[in-house]
Nanobody
Framework: QVQLVESGGGLVQAGGSLRLSCAAS????????MGWYRQAPGKQRELVAT????????YADSVKGRFTISRDNARNTPVYLQMNSLKPEDTAVYYC????WGFGDVWGQGTQVTVSS
């Protein structure tokens, strides 16, 4: 059974940076992509960034140019999210996601990111 564990969240001032990490344990098979989603209070969970096993990346328009998703060169995990030029509207719980071909998604427990103005 695959489990995802996020780390790296915290409190930062606007304009600052944080790096989130997501480590997977267990046997990973039929991997489609890994990614980061976030959910702010009172809002739906939204995509932040994804990276495929072939290293193709996709970003939400709101984070393009500020956030970068990457992964370990030799393996599919850990996956990182480097967040620069953070804004108060980036405040949310950030979740790591693993999408697999023919199987259900796996989610981490989430890590809180708070950006103060």
């Amino acid at each position: 059974q695959v489990q995802l564990v996020e780390s790296g969240g915290g409190l930062v001032q606007a304009g600052g940076s944080l790096r989130l990490s997501c480590a997977a344990s267990g046997i990973i098979f039929r991997l489609k992509s890994m990614g980061w989603y976030r959910q702010a209070p009172g809002k739906q969970r939204e995509l932040v960034a994804t990276i495929t096993s072939g290293e193709n990346t996709n970003y939400a328009d709101s984070v393009k140019g500020r956030f970068t998703i990457s992964r370990d060169n030799a393996r599919n995990t850990p996956v990182y999210l480097q967040m620069n030029s953070l804004k108060p509207e980036d405040t949310a719980v950030y979740y790591c996601n693993m999408a697999r071909w023919g199987f259900g998604d796996v989610w981490g427990q989430g890590t809180q990111v708070t950006v103060s103005s």
